[in-house]
């Protein structure tokens, strides 16, 4: 394993989203970071529709005229379909927004995050793979001080000022400190593949994302159209109805959709073009964001639910605020928790605006549809949550009359120091 260990400014941990979003910028600020991400890059992962308020952060990064250059489908909307097939009227971002963010992208992760790789290294960070990172070096103080990674059967320490971990749902230093609260209500399991030759809608909504209730409403379906004749297709339900006793991941799968009037339409033409996955149990958050030298961002603070597609966005925008907060720190010479995690109070504001609104989703017999017909001055707030304008101020007015429709979870609390 050819790595100089010499100390570094940031060691980030992980190269998805999050990471690379925060190596990017870090390194843009003349900060010495180097990035190690335990697979090979390209790779493929879920997680491709992304929200309008992602536009921010990618403009900042410099990745919105490059994605205006690629295939990737353009996302106008999102659209929510019954068991039987019956379609809500779809939800258009540019109702509410007339600026250019209110169309967005439906990407191919394994061609977006190696780009945003490419965007890091050429902003100066280091960038190394096939690195994995066995487990966080704390000082007898509790300070991060560095990690110990291998690679090729070799391993080394790396000494750095700050650790970010962006490591997904591997979350390293979670793990390490159990740190990681489960929300039991939304532990679910997901069963996902690539299709190719899927019927796709025409003009404006040939790119939207569509939720589809599945049979008896025991979970949901995302269809997510990508580039080259492919869509992203996945089930959503309790793991125990889900998993167990079935077969296997394919075979469960093709009986879900097969289940589904919508999806079995759509993909009567269509086969398989990827592995089929599963991953399960997969909400959490962590009790904490930040600590003497340490960073959380992305799925390695908390993943919520796939429902509204929320995982890439609040990957880039984790990552862009603790940038900030990290560079802010180094210059004052102040990398205590309470500096690192500043932006962490605001973040989880909009993580349990996101949260009411998944309990929202899978409470049984509510219907975002009866609710803004009973409440149509809520309509903007909800196309906002939507669209992932969490942070504006008074959207999140809509729960205090949502929760007579629903059941809504009480706020998990965040420790800081």
């Given at each position: 394993m050819d790595i100089d260990t010499r100390q570094r400014d940031v060691v980030v941990i992980g190269g998805g989203p999050a990471g690379g979003a925060a190596a990017a910028l870090l390194a843009a600020k003349g900060l010495d970071v180097l990035l190690l991400e335990k697979e090979t890059f390209p790779r493929f992962h879920i997680g491709e529709s992304l929200m309008t308020e992602t536009w921010w952060a990618l403009e900042k990064l410099g990745l919105v005229e490059w994605l205006k250059s690629t295939a990737f489908p353009r996302k106008h909307s999102v659209q929510f379909i019954s068991e039987d097939g019956r379609p809500s009227k779809p939800f258009y971002f540019s109702d509410t927004n007339d600026h250019e963010s209110a169309v967005t992208w439906q990407v191919e992760r394994s061609v977006f995050d190696a780009k945003l790789l490419d965007v890091a290294g050429s902003n100066?960070?280091?960038?190394?793979?096939?690195?994995?990172?066995?487990?966080?070096?704390?000082?007898?103080?509790?300070?991060?001080?560095?990690?110990?990674?291998?690679?090729?059967?070799?391993?080394?320490?790396?000494?750095?000022?700050?650790?970010?971990?962006?490591?997904?749902?591997?979350?390293?230093?979670?793990?390490?400190?159990?740190?990681?609260?489960?929300?039991?209500?939304?532990?679910?399991?997901?069963?996902?593949?690539?299709?190719?030759?899927?019927?796709?809608?025409?003009?404006?909504?040939?790119?939207?994302?569509?939720?589809?209730?599945?049979?008896?409403?025991?979970?949901?379906?995302?269809?997510?159209?990508?580039?080259?004749?492919?869509?992203?297709?996945?089930?959503?339900?309790?793991?125990?109805?889900?998993?167990?006793?079935?077969?296997?991941?394919?075979?469960?799968?093709?009986?879900?959709?097969?289940?589904?009037?919508?999806?079995?339409?759509?993909?009567?033409?269509?086969?398989?073009?990827?592995?089929?996955?599963?991953?399960?149990?997969?909400?959490?958050?962590?009790?904490?964001?930040?600590?003497?030298?340490?960073?959380?961002?992305?799925?390695?603070?908390?993943?919520?639910?796939?429902?509204?597609?929320?995982?890439?966005?609040?990957?880039?925008?984790?990552?862009?605020?603790?940038?900030?907060?990290?560079?802010?720190?180094?210059?004052?010479?102040?990398?205590?928790?309470?500096?690192?995690?500043?932006?962490?109070?605001?973040?989880?504001?909009?993580?349990?605006?996101?949260?009411?609104?998944?309990?929202?989703?899978y409470t049984p017999g509510f219907s975002f549809a009866d609710f803004v017909k009973n409440h149509p001055e809520h309509r903007e707030r909800l196309v906002d949550l939507l669209t992932g304008n969490v942070f504006k101020e008074g959207v999140s007015d809509i729960f205090e009359d949502m929760k007579d429709f629903c059941m809504l979870p009480e706020e998990m609390p965040l420790e800081v120091g």
């Open positions: 100066g960070a280091e960038i190394r793979d096939g690195v994995a990172v066995e487990k966080v070096l704390f000082a007898e103080d509790g300070r991060a001080e560095g990690v110990r990674a291998a690679a090729n059967g070799r391993t080394c320490e790396i000494p750095a000022r700050v650790i970010v971990d962006a490591s997904g749902l591997g979350a390293v230093i979670g793990r390490q400190l159990k740190l990681l609260e489960q929300d039991p209500l939304l532990m679910k399991a997901a069963i996902f593949a690539h299709y190719k030759g899927a019927h796709r809608d025409e003009g404006v909504d040939e790119g939207a994302t569509l939720i589809i209730h599945s049979e008896g409403n025991r979970g949901w379906f995302w269809y997510i159209p990508l580039s080259d004749d492919r869509v992203s297709v996945g089930v959503v339900g309790e793991p125990g109805e889900l998993l167990k006793g079935r077969g296997s991941p394919s075979e469960i799968l093709t009986e879900e959709v097969q289940g589904s009037p919508c999806l079995k339409s759509r993909l009567e033409d269509a086969s398989i073009c990827s592995d089929v996955s599963v991953v399960s149990d997969f909400s959490y958050r962590s009790r904490r964001c930040a600590g003497a030298g340490w960073v959380l961002i992305g799925d390695a603070f908390g993943f919520i639910d796939p429902v509204y597609s929320t995982g890439v966005f609040l990957a880039l925008k984790s990552g862009e605020m603790a940038a900030e907060a990290i560079a802010e720190g180094i210059a004052a010479d102040d990398l205590g928790g309470d500096r690192l995690g500043a932006f962490a109070p605001e973040l989880v504001d909009g993580i349990e605006a996101m949260r009411k609104l998944v309990y929202a989703f």
